[in-house]
């Protein structure tokens, strides 16, 4: 069983940048894929973005192409989600999310589950 912590959220202005971090609780170079996800109030929970593990793949939403970026550090365990150029329609809870499974890097379904940071973003 993997456990995920996520870190870093808080309240920005718009325009402005934060940085999410994932801890797993076990070796990220044991967890294939690594996600992120949102989960607006009164919405849907929708992906944000992925990396695999050996990081020579990512995948985004269209809606943070070009303003966030994901990496990992698989010695730390870790998986991060820089997101510069925030906007209020950014203001989500975030998850992060990791599976052991060979999928394709579009595909969002996913084992592990955190419990979420809350980032808003002030207009």
């Known amino acids: 069983q993997v456990q995920l912590v996520e870190s870093g959220g808080g309240l920005v202005q718009a325009g402005g940048s934060l940085r999410l971090s994932c801890t797993a609780s076990?070796?990220?170079?044991?967890?294939?894929?690594m996600g992120w996800f949102r989960q607006a109030p009164g919405k849907e929970r929708e992906f944000v973005g992925a990396?695999?593990?050996?990081?020579?793949?990512?995948n985004y939403a269209e809606s943070v192409k070009g303003r966030f970026t994901i990496s990992r550090d698989n010695a730390k365990n870790t998986v991060y989600l820089q997101m510069d150029s925030l906007k209020p329609e950014d203001t989500a809870v975030y998850y992060c999310?990791?599976?052991?499974?060979?999928?394709?890097?579009?595909?969002?379904?996913?084992?592990?589950w955190g419990q979420g940071t809350q980032v808003t973003v002030s207009s």
């Open positions: 999310a990791a599976r052991s499974t060979i999928q394709a890097i579009t595909d969002t379904r996913y084992d592990y």
């Open positions: 990396i695999s593990r050996s990081r020579s793949s990512t």
């Open positions: 076990e070796r990220t170079s044991r967890v294939l894929a």
